[in-house]
Nanobody, 120 residues
Framework: VQLQASGGGLVQPGGSLRLSCAASGGSIYSIDYKGWYRQAPGKQRELVASLGRGGYINYADSVKGRFSISRDNAKGPLYLQMNGLKSEDTAVYFC??????????????WGQGTQVTVSS
């Protein structure tokens, strides 16, 4: 069972991208998405947007008003809509979740990451 992040690419400043994250490879009973993170070259991984209990959403100050995190349903993909992209948004973006099958759970599962490059 793994998380697959997709939707990254090369975009000009001011452009938009929509990232997706989904679980695959096994029988999933529940997915508790934690959120989206990113890691730029030479920097530590940082939180971009998180989902908490009861639908609480938190955004990094640097992306507030530009990025939006959402999901379709309890097992559906996790999305990150990114608008007004800036060069400083260039990074590898990762999703994170706790996954459970009928008889197992694995916490803090990371997707393999998708590269976002903002450049003219």
């Amino acid at each position: 069972v793994q998380l697959q992040a997709s939707g990254g690419g090369l975009v000009q400043p001011g452009g938009s991208l929509r990232l997706s994250c989904a679980a695959s490879g096994g029988s999933i009973y529940s997915i508790d998405y934690k959120g989206w993170y990113r890691q730029a070259p030479g920097k530590q991984r940082e939180l971009v947007a998180s989902l908490g209990r009861g639908g609480y959403i938190n955004y990094a100050d640097s992306v507030k008003g530009r990025f939006s995190i959402s999901r379709d349903n309890a097992k559906g993909p996790l999305y990150l809509q990114m608008n007004g992209l800036k060069s400083e948004d260039t990074a590898v973006y990762f999703c994170n979740a706790d996954l459970c099958g009928s008889s197992w759970c694995t916490n803090d599962v990371w997707g393999q990451g998708t590269q976002v490059t903002v450049s003219s």
